[in-house]
């Protein structure tokens, strides 16, 4: 069993930057590809990014490539999501997942979700 707390969300003007923690406890933080997801209201759950259980290999949504990074230190069982030059459309419930493989993961079929952080830009 994981258990994953989101921390960082806010409010930010269009532009600017915010940093999103995930901090996991239970099995062995290393052992779990890791990646963030969106809900914006009215709209379903998207894949943000994942980043691989060394920290190897990352991947992207198209909307936040170039914007946002993903890394993890699995010293401190910790996942960020590092989301710059921020937009209105990113305003959305942001969620933290784990799972043994980033493809499922990926996919949204992590068994392991957080309970979600607020990131709302305004304009």
């Known amino acids: 069993q994981v258990r994953l707390v989101e921390s960082g969300g806010g409010l930010v003007q269009a532009g600017g930057s915010l940093r999103l923690s995930c901090l996991a406890s239970?099995?062995?933080?290393?052992?779990?590809?890791m990646g963030w997801f969106r809900q914006a209201p009215g709209k379903e759950r998207e894949f943000v990014a994942a980043?691989?259980?060394?920290?190897?290999?990352?991947v992207f949504a198209d909307s936040v490539k170039g914007r946002f990074s993903i890394s993890r230190d699995n010293a401190k069982n910790t996942v960020y999501l590092q989301m710059n030059s921020l937009k209105a459309e990113d305003t959305a419930v942001y969620y933290c997942?784990?799972?043994?493989?980033?493809?499922?993961?990926?996919?949204?079929?992590?068994?392991?979700w957080g309970q979600g952080t607020q990131v709302t830009v305004s304009l």
């Open positions: 997942a784990a799972d043994d493989l980033t493809s499922t993961l990926q996919a949204g079929r992590s068994d392991y």
């Open positions: 239970g099995r062995t933080f290393s052992g779990y590809a």
């Open positions: 980043i691989s259980r060394g920290g190897g290999r990352t």
